[in-house]
């Protein structure tokens, strides 16, 4: 049997699968296959060329997944965001590392049987930091996560390096994948109103603030966090994934554009919404959550290694892409 060459997404109906697709569908000669939990009825699911519906956790249907693709990517999107992840610790674990391990060994064994290292792109978190929040940090200091979604991330980055560099090494294993990854900050969307997420203080107050001219914000005015818009985050997977493998020496890299405060980023959208109003009723945990990350981080590493650069600023994300 020949088997298809193909893209495969897991967790494609989210906020970021669902724009990556749209990218992605302008390659030629090549099939999207997406695994979900739902089926994806949206506007994408033309661009699809297969839609499995199942769990990463069935080892069965991803045996059957290899069997029938020749994988060239895969984007491993699915995952319990921050919230929902403190509520269900031993699920969010569950989802977040056995299910993703069970994604390293498909590209392992796609790697092996193409004789060659199948990029893996899995996105990570600012969550992976635990400081006081008024630090800047680079990629390999305090990390020291205190929730379960941010131990999680951080695991699986070191596995992702394990998978990519030296696994199976007592065997002399030559078989190894080509992982890659961003740690985003809080990401802005304007067409979805994000869920689950512990930055999303700043995205809900958009879209509360555009739709219902008021937000009752769950952290304080001063709460500050590194954001990047939608276009920005799609376009930093899309370089990263291009970048010659020589390139990506450090395969685990910060991005980011702004990082307002609640009240700069209500302040801005207020002169839109000049009816607008906000409160603040703080939700002690979270906040304790958002106090841990960092209120910026710095992405060089990312603009030497392969010429990463952010071109929505906090403007421009405001009135060239959220008002458009």
């Known amino acids: 049997m020949i088997r298809k060459k193909s893209i495969l997404i897991s967790g494609a109906g989210g906020e970021v699968g669902s724009e990556l697709i749209k990218t992605l569908a302008n390659r030629e000669n090549i099939n999207i296959i997406t695994l979900d939990t739902h089926p994806i009825t949206s506007q994408i699911s033309n661009k699809i060329s297969d839609q499995i519906t199942g769990n990463i956790l069935d080892k069965n249907l991803l045996d059957q997944i290899n069997l029938e693709y020749e994988i060239k990517e895969i984007y491993h999107l699915a995952a319990i965001l921050s919230t ?10 569950d989802v977040n590392v056995n299910g993703t391990i069970n994604f390293l060994e498909l590209a392992l064994k796609q790697s092996r049987s193409q004789a060659k290292r199948i990029k893996f792109f899995f996105p990570s978190s600012i969550a992976v930091y635990g400081v006081n929040n008024n630090k800047v940090c680079t990629e390999n200091e305090y990390l020291n996560p205190i929730t379960i979604y941010g131990a999680n ?42 869920s689950g997420g512990t930055s999303d203080f700043i995205p809900e107050m958009w879209h509360h603030i555009k739709n219902h001219k008021h937000y009752d914000c769950f952290v304080d005015e001063n709460s500050r966090l590194p954001f990047l818009a939608m276009p920005d985050a799609i376009n930093a997977i899309i370089d990263l994934m291009n970048s010659g493998h020589s390139d990506i020496k450090s395969r685990i890299y910060n991005v980011k554009s702004f990082n307002p405060s609640a009240s700069e980023f209500y302040n801005l959208i207020s002169q839109i919404f000049p009816e607008s109003k906000i409160s603040y009723t703080i939700n002690h945990v979270r906040q304790k959550i958002v106090n841990s990350w960092p ?30």
Request: charged share 25%.
């Open 295 to 324: 209120n910026d981080i710095d992405d060089q590493l990312a603009q030497e290694e392969w010429n990463w650069s952010a071109k929505y600023n906090l403007n421009e994300t405001v009135n060239n892409y959220l008002l458009v």
């Open 153 to 194: 991330k951080l695991y699986i980055e070191k596995l992702g390096l394990y998978y990519s560099e030296h696994y199976n090494q007592l065997s002399n294993n030559k078989d190894l994948i080509d992982f890659r990854s961003l740690r985003f900050p809080g990401l802005i969307s304007s067409k979805t109103i994000p």
């Open 84 to 93: 929902r992840a403190e509520l269900s610790p031993d699920i969010a674990h």
